[in-house]
């Protein structure tokens, strides 16, 4: 595969993370290396607590933000983790570009750029020759956002009720068109 840079947005809740999910297992299923990072939800009682990151090679998780955490930068409600970002986050995306076809980072958003290794990491993604896929937050305004945003070589696909079941796959011919 060559260099393809595809990045999902769209309201919160519209499924994202969820179309990320999909498009990774149809890679897998390919045989194709998937390595990066798939962010979550900590959800208690059916309110939502906090944010975790996964790494998608190791399935190490950590935990982006959550409500409970005093110290660091804060988002809204959300103390941030910077520990787990640069644990998990750094690491799973530092080690898909050296080991994996593609590299998925899910999500480039406000809690995520708190952490100057996690923008230095998906710095080297975006300069890095590997398939990239990967979520904005839609109202993210760090200058690495608005240079995806810019930029010729990223592709942005907004991700709607409508069609967020066929996403995955399209954005998978795209890949498979690539190589």
Same mark, same amino acid.
């Given at each position: ?55 998608? *090679? ?19 409600? @959300? ?70 945003? *810019? ?17 995955? @796959? ?10």
């Amino acid at each position: 595969m060559d260099s393809c840079q595809i990045f999902l947005t769209g309201q919160p809740g519209v499924g994202k993370t969820t179309a990320v999910r999909k498009i990774c297992k149809l890679l897998k299923s390919r045989g194709n290396i998937v390595g990066g990072i798939i962010s979550g939800e900590v959800r208690e009682a059916g309110t939502r607590v906090g944010f975790t990151l996964e790494d998608i *090679a190791s399935s190490t998780v950590g935990v982006l933000a959550h409500v409970n955490i005093r110290q660091g930068p804060r988002i809204g409600k @959300y103390g941030v983790n910077l520990t787990d970002i640069s644990r998990v986050g750094v690491s799973a995306i530092v080690n898909a570009l050296l080991n994996a076809d593609v590299v998925v980072i899910d999500e480039i958003g406000p809690m995520e750029l708190c952490s100057p290794a996690f923008v230095d990491s998906v710095t080297s993604a975006l300069r890095s020759t590997k398939p990239l896929i990967g979520s904005i937050h839609r109202n993210a305004s760090n200058p690495i956002v608005s240079s995806i945003k *810019a930029s010729q070589l990223c592709e942005i696909l907004e991700v709607t009720t409508t069609n967020r079941d066929q996403l995955p @796959y399209v954005v998978e011919e795209k890949l498979r068109g690539t190589h």
